[in-house]
T-cell receptor, first 112, second 113 residues
């Protein structure tokens, strides 16, 4: 079973907000949600992570549903540089980095 | 800080040849790891290390060896390359192995003919 479910692709326009969904219906109370992104021809880059409440940093916001079965990565104002594959990762290992599973992610296209 | 540095960026091998992919980090990170990424796929963990002298297998370790003699370096060795090892390889590191964000290198694209 996949730990998370994401759409294969999404499209957005430059300077508009983007909401990237992630479903993790089998999540347990101690599982963190991590988001990484991978720009073309680069290694993945950490975006944000959280457990229960919403999280904000300079790159994005993470909104976690009250029942924690889904979450949404929010890019407040998309730029062309945000075009990337976004990975939603459910960490059910208690935080062990070697247990993080990168699935296929969501390919975000940003139109000028 | 250079971050995580991988060399070479590109490599072409013939079946049966051996080579070492280099990975170095200058952030004094304890945890280092190697992933491979095949077209249209996510990343799969090959080997990881939680500190100098300590290594362990990930999801797809067959055909690869690693060692961690220093904190900074974590080389990945292919002893006898096979076409199935054609992939993009990423090295990653973090300060600790638990609840720390991963820093990735820019990758090595390997083709085995």
């Amino acid at each position: 079973d996949a730990k998370t479910t994401q759409p294969n692709s999404m499209e957005s326009n430059e300077e508009e907000p983007v909401h990237l969904p992630c479903n993790h219906s089998t999540i347990s109370g101690t599982d963190y949600i991590h988001w990484y992104r991978q720009l073309p021809s680069q290694g993945p880059e950490y975006v944000i992570h959280g457990l229960t409440s919403n999280v904000n940093n300079r790159m994005a916001s993470l909104a976690i549903a009250e029942d924690r079965k889904s979450s949404t990565l929010i890019l407040h104002r998309a730029t062309l540089r945000d075009a990337a594959v976004y990975y939603c990762i459910r960490d059910d290992s208690g935080g062990s980095n070697y247990k993080l599973t990168f699935g296929k992610g969501t390919l975000l296209t940003v139109n000028p | 800080n250079a971050g995580v540095t991988q060399t070479p960026k590109f490599q072409v091998l013939k079946t049966g040849q051996s080579m070492t992919l280099q990975c170095a980090q200058d952030m004094n990170h304890e945890y280092m790891s190697w992933y491979r990424q095949d077209p249209g796929m996510g990343l799969r963990l090959i080997h990881y290390s939680v500190g100098a002298g300590i290594t362990d297998q990930g999801e797809v370790p067959n055909g690869y060896n690693v060692s961690r003699s220093t904190t900074e370096d974590f080389p990945l060795r292919l002893l006898s390359a096979a076409p199935s090892q054609t992939s993009v390889y990423f090295c990653a590191s973090s300060y600790h192995s638990v609840n720390e964000k991963l820093f990735f290198g820019s990758g090595t694209q390997l083709s085995v003919l």
